[in-house]
């Protein structure tokens, strides 16, 4: 969507490695999020962050670590990929924490 | 603790008709209730939303019902057509949390 891109669209990784999810907005939108998304689960919100440097963590935080040293980025580490990880990750961004604009998605595979 | 409720999984409607999509919520602190359309490997778009001060909200062939003393609001597609087939998320959220809870989706099929 406009205003709101993710980076890489796609990615396959090794278990145990790490790997950084970026999400970068021109909106100058105070909120950003990462969700995952999976079939019968729906949307789960991982982290978010209400300012740089302002994060807190979401129903499913465990194995994601979140950094926003900027306004307009928003990136999510998995500290050693699993397998259940793999998922789609969807970041999303709110100028004022309701209404929300989704990026395209980054669909991770662990193998 | 899964704070929204969303039903049905799957719905299959004929072209003309219309798609009723529900959901419950618990958390009286909420006060934005928005629904999102989803086409495949697409991102959640914003489709409608509604705030409890009202009870209905119409945008085209689309409303939202909202029921407070309930905790319940639906989707209403007047008229579906093809092009409507897609995942429909609820969510809720209050203006005090900055964050929405989502629904788990309803797969929406709309044949010709």
């Known amino acids: 969507d406009a205003g709101i891109t993710q980076s890489p669209r796609h990615k396959v990784t090794e278990t145990g490695t790490p790997v950084t999810l970026r999400c970068h907005q021109t909106?100058?939108?105070?909120?950003m999020y990462w969700y995952r998304q999976d079939p019968g689960h729906g949307l789960r919100l991982i982290h978010y962050?209400?300012?740089?440097?302002?994060?807190d963590k979401g129903e499913v935080s465990d194995g994601y670590s979140v950094s926003r040293s900027k306004t307009e980025d928003f990136l999510l580490t998995l500290e050693s990929a699993t397998s259940s990880q793999t998922s789609v990750y969807f970041c999303?961004?709110?100028?004022?924490?309701?209404?929300?604009?989704f990026g395209s998605g980054t669909r991770l595979t662990v193998v | 603790q899964q704070q929204v409720k969303q039903s049905p999984q799957s719905l299959i409607v004929q072209k003309g008709g219309i798609s009723i999509i529900n959901c419950a919520y618990e958390?009286?602190?909420?006060?934005?209730f928005p629904w999102y359309q989803q086409f495949p490997g697409k991102g959640p778009a914003l489709l409608i939303a509604?705030?409890?001060?009202?009870s209905e909200k119409k945008e085209g062939r689309f409303t939202i019902s909202f029921n407070k003393s309930a905790k319940q609001f639906s989707l209403h597609i007047m008229d579906s057509q093809p092009g409507d087939s897609a995942t429909y998320f609820c969510?809720?959220?209050?203006?005090?949390?900055?964050?929405?809870?989502f629904g788990k989706g309803t797969l929406l099929t709309v044949n010709p």
């Open positions: 962050s209400y300012g740089v440097k302002d994060t």
């Open positions: 958390n009286t602190a909420f006060d934005y």
């Open positions: 999303a961004i709110s100028g004022s924490g309701d209404g929300y604009t």
């Open positions: 509604i705030r409890p001060d009202v």
């Open positions: 909106e100058n939108h105070r909120y």
């Open positions: 969510a809720a959220g209050g203006s005090s949390n900055y964050k929405l809870t």
